[in-house]
């Protein structure tokens, strides 16, 4: 909600806007920004869902906040004293929010890991385990660094993927809006012309002309299928079977689906690393990697491997037995059972598929980029041979 205020500060009346979830909220925003509440009224919104949508906990935020903790906590200060600076620091409101009803539940008492669990859409099960452990083990100020790190690296390869798609899916989506354009209410006109002529049309031009003269009549039920159909398609991809089958879709697309695997092996052996490092145990490991996996395929394998670990298969031997596992994985797996370093091992081969991510994220923009240049390439010659051409047959009867 938004909100308007008068303040008085240094003898001055200021009156501004803020995203609140109340009133109290601005009042203590004012209070501890030092400035004197004169008046509060609430904004009459016309549509109050974009500012609820602006207004939310991002993952950035999330991990600013665990970076910010996990260093005052390491420079010796106390939670409480930790999250009494960090409420002087955050001035987004959600967030702002969810740090004071941490804050109330630890000191009434409850543990940092119990009063995690009230936000679960912003707190993962790996966050949170990994909180747990650092309370059982008294080291969570590591932990948390351990954790920031993390996160940070899952937020640099999110903004690689997302920088590496942007300009593709903009051009996609401009070119077919442009088509739609063209094809519906500028090539009939064009073409019809052509219709005042005694000349044989070629074959494109007469498919771009039966293309044309069916948007031109039909573009709004056009326009409405393929939103139902957007739809639809949407809602059935959220369900068991069609996620799965997404899923494995995706996986089977060149380069893309090498990008997909490799984010999947990165972030699955980085949390085997960090939870085994903590002192979490396998069988709770595979657990919260199955919880966090985003891909329904690899989600099942793990299942699958932790079935097999509870009956005593080995970790190297259980993804042996899984195909979408590469033999280095279970190379490495194996060697740091044998040797009793599988979290250092899995670091490792963490680190490794990093790399692979990397090289793949280059690979998938240098060849969406041309590709479509092709298709834009391809399309817009068709267009063109097919208006050219007829103006040509015309000119020729007539000599």
Known sequence: MRFTYKALKNDKIITKSIEAYSENDVVAFLRKNEYIPIEIKKDEQLL????????????VDIVDFTRQLAIMLNAGLTLVDSFAILEKQITK?????????????IMAGVTFSTALRKYPQYFSNLYIALIRSGEASGKLSDILLRLADNLEKQREFQ??????????III????VGIMFVMMTFVMPRLLGLYKDFNIELPVSTQILMAISSFLSLFWPLVIAVVFIGFTMASRYFRTPVGKLM???FLLRIPVIGHVISISSLVDATRTLSILIGSGVSILDTLS?????SGNLMYRNAFKSILSQVEKGVSLGRAFENEMLFPPILVQMATIGERTGNLDDTMSRISHYFEIESEMAVKTMTTLIEPIILVVL???VGFLVISVITPIYNLTTSFR
């Open 246 to 248: 997404l899923d494995a």
């Open 48 to 59: 109050p869902q974009l500012n609820l949508l602006f207004d939310k906990v991002s993952f």
């Open 377 to 379: 390439g391809v399309g």
């Open 172 to 175: 996609l989506f401009g070119m």
């Open 159 to 168: 903004s690689r993927v997302k920088s590496a798609l942007t300009y593709p």
């Open 288 to 292: 919260i990697i199955i919880d966090t």
């Open 93 to 105: 409101p959600a967030m702002l929010s969810v740090l004071k009803s941490v804050q109330k539940d």
